[in-house]
């Protein structure tokens, strides 16, 4: 990826082709965004110090928007099947009408980093036409030292002008809606969405791209430690619990969406959280209340009540409510973004059919089977047209998100996980009790109890069973957790119902798993749900 920018400050706008512009408001700070987010209308201080900004229609990300440019260096190496493409012509000329719709505008700038990790990190240039959007990025990126910015040299520049339309007939786009990626040239062009959190996954998406050629995996994941140095990481799409479940009092926070995993161990792509916020209470949930009432958070389509308190239990803008916030925010949160080799991985799941257990012990080659697949529910309002939880196998946890093809992250991670011995588990978070309208959401005190077990390692002690579907190991007891709740089917008032839904599930697993057959070793084959029981 070419290197843009240039070190005097004055010329880096310019350089890239900007022309005409009113003012460009470089690496401003928290209050300085305040006071022009609200000056220019952007947003509402809440009764707490926090900004409330609303996106409009688009409340959740736009996958089937998103574009790689398709050229010589990318020709074979992105998963096409995954991957909409772009020409090169078509991105000159959006890059050029964009740069063009800019001019008579201020615009907001941060040089920021993805990647706590130096050897890995990747120098970031955000421009955006709104200072919330600024705020927002400034959040959840890693901040540089005051006298590095002074040299920064991007290797990434994104820019993000939710006022301007893309024309899908002059630039090759779906829609009016574009998340445009020139992973050549470093580029990502953003238009026709507010919604901020189509930038910190373009972030994403670039590193997706370029670690796994230095050996780095790349991971949707939050991370966190214990005292002993025993680092945990919790893969899982968006809503199923890797923020709330990695936010323990009792470990350290290294991150909550974002890491890689290379020789020296994990590390955080950001500087920041993106928690959904939804039901959000101080009870359930302490640590990331607290940062909803503080100065700096963005809040992200939280309705406000008569006194500009937040309505967490509001959700007629959208479920995918959120909150944006540094990561020091957190009490606990690691100053470095740095842990060491995980010794326990978490894959989550919200099982929308209610029929997989709240925990399952998983073996290596059963552990890449469900990393491929990447088997849970997508949430309500994480992507737009999504109402309800549905279904979904997003393989690697975060498809939208994945350039190369899903095999290459699958076999660095088996790779990984047998060279540290790594012990695995499968976590539901979803339902239980019948399927989603029918049963209920899995109690979170439970989720997290069988966690502590396993983090600590008493879960290994425990007597398992075999699941007659899955043919992972489903623990029969565990302290404090309900032994009926173990055993999904007895949560069923029907237990036939429970048979049919396991079956309608196998057969989904195993339909969607065809594509990856061949790019697996046999052992993961092996490792389908319903083989164990056909071999018995």
Same mark, same amino acid.
């Given at each position: 990826?070419?290197?843009?920018?240039?070190?005097?400050?004055?010329?880096?706008?310019?350089?890239?082709?900007?022309?005409?512009?009113?003012?460009?408001?470089?690496?401003?700070?928290?209050?300085?965004?305040?006071?022009?987010?609200?000056?220019?209308?952007?947003?509402?201080?809440?009764?707490?110090?926090?900004?409330?900004?609303?996106?409009?229609?688009?409340?959740?990300?736009?996958?089937?928007?998103?574009?790689?440019?398709?050229?010589?260096?990318?020709?074979?190496?992105?998963?096409?099947?995954?991957?909409?493409?772009?020409?090169?012509?078509?991105?000159?000329?959006?890059?050029?009408?964009?740069?063009?719709?800019?001019?008579?505008?201020?615009?907001?700038?941060?040089?920021?980093?993805?990647?706590?990790?130096?050897?890995?990190?990747?120098?970031?240039?955000?421009?955006?036409?709104?200072?919330?959007?600024?705020?927002?990025?400034?959040?959840?990126?890693?901040?540089?030292?005051?006298?590095?910015?002074?040299?920064?040299?991007?290797?990434?520049?994104?820019?993000?002008?939710?006022?301007?339309?893309?024309?899908?007939?002059?630039?090759?786009?779906?829609?009016?809606?574009?998340?445009?990626?020139?992973?050549?040239?470093?580029?990502?062009?953003?238009?026709?969405?507010?919604?901020?959190?189509?930038?910190?996954?373009?972030?994403?998406?670039?590193?997706?791209?370029?670690?796994?050629?230095?050996?780095?995996?790349?991971?949707?994941?939050?991370?966190?430690?214990?005292?002993?140095?025993?680092?945990?990481?919790?893969?899982?799409?968006?809503?199923?619990?890797?923020?709330?479940?990695?936010?323990?009092?009792?470990?350290?926070?290294?991150?909550?969406?974002?890491?890689?995993?290379?020789?020296?161990?994990?590390?955080?792509?950001?500087?920041?959280?993106?928690?959904?916020?939804?039901?959000?209470?101080?009870?359930?949930?302490?640590?990331?209340?607290?940062?909803?009432?503080?100065?700096?958070?963005?809040?992200?389509?939280?309705?406000?009540?008569?006194?500009?308190?937040?309505?967490?239990?509001?959700?007629?803008?959208?479920?995918?409510?959120?909150?944006?916030?540094?990561?020091?925010?957190?009490?606990?949160?690691?100053?470095?973004?740095?842990?060491?080799?995980?010794?326990?991985?978490?894959?989550?799941?919200?099982?929308?059919?209610?029929?997989?257990?709240?925990?399952?012990?998983?073996?290596?080659?059963?552990?890449?089977?469900?990393?491929?697949?990447?088997?849970?529910?997508?949430?309500?309002?994480?992507?737009?047209?999504?109402?309800?939880?549905?279904?979904?196998?997003?393989?690697?946890?975060?498809?939208?998100?994945?350039?190369?093809?899903?095999?290459?992250?699958?076999?660095?991670?088996?790779?990984?996980?047998?060279?540290?011995?790594?012990?695995?588990?499968?976590?539901?978070?979803?339902?239980?009790?019948?399927?989603?309208?029918?049963?209920?959401?899995?109690?979170?005190?439970?989720?997290?109890?069988? $966690?502590?077990?396993?983090?600590?390692?008493? $879960?290994?002690?425990?007597?398992?069973?075999?699941?007659?579907?899955?043919?992972?190991?489903?623990?029969?007891?565990?302290?404090?957790?309900?032994?009926?709740?173990?055993?999904?089917?007895?949560?069923?008032?029907?237990?036939?119902?429970?048979?049919?839904?396991?079956?309608?599930?196998?057969?989904?697993?195993?339909?969607?798993?065809?594509?990856?057959?061949?790019?697996?070793?046999?052992?993961?084959?092996?490792?389908?749900?319903?083989?164990?029981?056909?071999?018995?």
């Amino acid at each position: 990826m070419k290197e843009l920018g240039m070190t005097n400050p004055e010329n880096r706008l310019e350089a890239f082709g900007f022309a005409g512009l009113v003012s460009v408001r470089y690496n401003y700070s928290e209050p300085e965004l305040y006071e022009d987010a609200l000056r220019n209308g952007e947003a509402e201080l809440t009764a707490h110090g926090a900004l409330r900004a609303l996106t409009g229609q688009h409340t959740g990300r736009s996958p089937k928007d998103k574009h790689v440019v398709r050229d010589a260096n990318t020709e074979n190496t992105i998963w096409w099947d995954n991957n909409r493409d772009m020409s090169p012509a078509h991105f000159a000329v959006l890059k050029a009408d964009m740069l063009a719709h800019a001019a008579g505008k201020s615009l907001y700038v941060q040089d920021l980093v993805g990647g706590a990790d130096t050897a890995n990190a990747l120098p970031t240039r955000v421009i955006t036409e709104l200072a919330w959007h600024s705020l927002f990025i400034r959040n959840l990126l890693i901040r540089p030292k005051r006298e590095e910015l002074e040299t920064f040299e991007p290797r990434l520049t994104i820019i993000d002008l939710p006022d301007f339309k893309a024309d899908p007939e002059r630039h090759g786009t779906r829609s009016e809606t574009v998340i445009a990626c020139d992973l050549t040239n470093g580029i990502v062009l953003i238009g026709g969405t507010s919604y901020a959190g189509e930038m910190k996954k373009s972030v994403f998406t670039v590193l997706n791209y370029l670690l796994p050629e230095k050996g780095v995996m790349p991971m949707h994941c939050s991370a966190n430690m214990g005292k002993e140095g025993d680092t945990a990481v919790f893969f899982g799409l968006s809503g199923t619990g890797k923020t709330t479940l990695s936010a323990d009092p009792n470990r350290t926070l290294i991150g909550d969406d974002e890491h890689g995993w290379g020789e020296d161990g994990v590390f955080n792509f950001e500087g920041g959280c993106y928690a959904k916020t939804i039901k959000l209470s101080a009870e359930s949930e302490p640590e990331i209340f607290a940062t909803t009432q503080r100065f700096g958070t963005v809040l992200e389509n939280v309705v406000l009540d008569a006194d500009r308190k937040p309505d967490f239990n509001d959700g007629s803008l959208t479920e995918n409510t959120r909150a944006a916030y540094p990561l020091h925010f957190i009490p606990n949160a690691s100053p470095t973004g740095l842990g060491n080799h995980p010794r326990t991985i978490i894959m989550l799941t919200a099982d929308a059919f209610g029929v997989m257990p709240p925990i399952a012990r998983l073996t290596p080659d059963q552990a890449m089977y469900h990393f491929l697949s990447g088997y849970t529910a997508k949430v309500a309002g994480t992507e737009k047209g999504v109402t309800e939880p549905e279904a979904t196998f997003s393989t690697c946890f975060g498809a939208p998100f994945m350039p190369r093809h899903p095999a290459e992250y699958g076999n660095l991670l088996k790779e990984l996980i047998a060279r540290h011995g790594v012990s695995c588990w499968l976590v539901n978070t979803g339902w239980t009790g019948g399927a989603y309208g029918t049963g209920r959401r899995m109690p979170i005190k439970d989720t997290r109890a069988l $966690l502590t077990a396993a983090l600590s390692g008493q $879960l290994a002690s425990a007597v398992f069973r075999r699941d007659a579907n899955f043919g992972f190991e489903v623990p029969v007891a565990v302290e404090g957790v309900s032994t009926k709740l173990l055993d999904p089917r007895s949560t069923w008032l029907d237990g036939k119902a429970y048979d049919a839904q396991a079956r309608k599930l196998v057969d989904m697993f195993v339909t969607n798993f065809a594509k990856f057959e061949n790019h697996v070793e046999g052992s993961v084959r092996d490792a389908a749900p319903g083989i164990r029981l056909a071999a018995e």
